[in-house]
């Protein structure tokens, strides 16, 4: 069953996120302030991480950076505060997604829902020429380990999740920069063309341009 930690110190939306989540059949645990959140993670486990920005003593931000670094969940910040400068702290914190405040039940489910869609079932998984380690965010390619930065490591990750599948550059957008992305979409050939050096894929015969459609990683198992 999946398990879905909740971290905020106003009980009232703790209450709501764990009748709602269970009743939608995860497993979930609360916890009332960051530290405790992280011990529980540490011991629990979750697949998703739902954590409130603004908490007395540990701040959902840094909430974030510690479940990043040790676990391997997926993390949707909560906020009252919904500018771009507020969005982009928390991205750069590392979480997967962020949420203002009040939002929808439905909407959240949505969003969960994409998280784990993005989650590999496995620490480790074979594909072809790549090798995930996602314990260790690590990518090889013909065996070769890859240097790659978090939002490279993302891409590549969710390429290879789709093998062989087009893909949109919305849903890329959607996947790895998050819902709530406003900038330029063209951030998404920017970092295309910074993989395709690294892949050392200078015809585009690995990640392939579909004109009009999207792109596609090539994969011959």
Excluded at 109 to 137: H, M, W
Excluded at 171 to 198: C, F, H, M, P, S
């Amino acid at each position: 069953m999946t398990r879905i930690l909740a971290i905020d110190d106003e009980e009232s939306i703790t209450q709501f996120l764990e009748m709602g989540l269970e009743a939608e059949g995860y497993e979930v645990i609360t916890a009332s302030e960051g530290m405790t959140g992280i011990q529980l993670a540490e011991k629990w486990k979750p697949d998703v991480a739902i954590v409130d920005i603004m908490m007395p003593g540990m701040d959902g931000y840094e909430v974030c950076r510690s479940l990043k670094k040790y676990i391997n969940c997926q993390v949707i910040l909560l906020s009252a505060k919904g500018e771009v400068t507020d969005r982009v702290t928390g991205l750069n914190a590392g979480a997967d997604d962020y949420m203002v405040k009040p939002f929808s039940f439905e909407e959240l489910i949505a969003r969960v829902q994409a998280r784990l869609r993005n989650t590999p079932q496995y620490e480790e998984q074979l594909t072809g020429l790549f090798s995930i380690d996602d314990e260790q965010k690590q990518i090889t390619y013909q065996g070769e380990a890859l240097t790659l930065t978090r939002t490279e490591y993302k891409l590549l990750r969710y390429f290879i999740q789709h093998k062989n599948k087009v893909l949109s550059k919305e849903a890329i957008l959607n996947a790895v920069w998050g819902y709530d992305y406003y900038g330029n979409d063209n951030v998404v050939e920017a970092y295309i063309k910074t993989l395709r050096q690294k892949l050392q894929d200078p015809e585009h015969q690995v990640i392939q341009t579909l004109r009009g459609f999207g792109y596609k990683l090539d994969v011959t198992e």
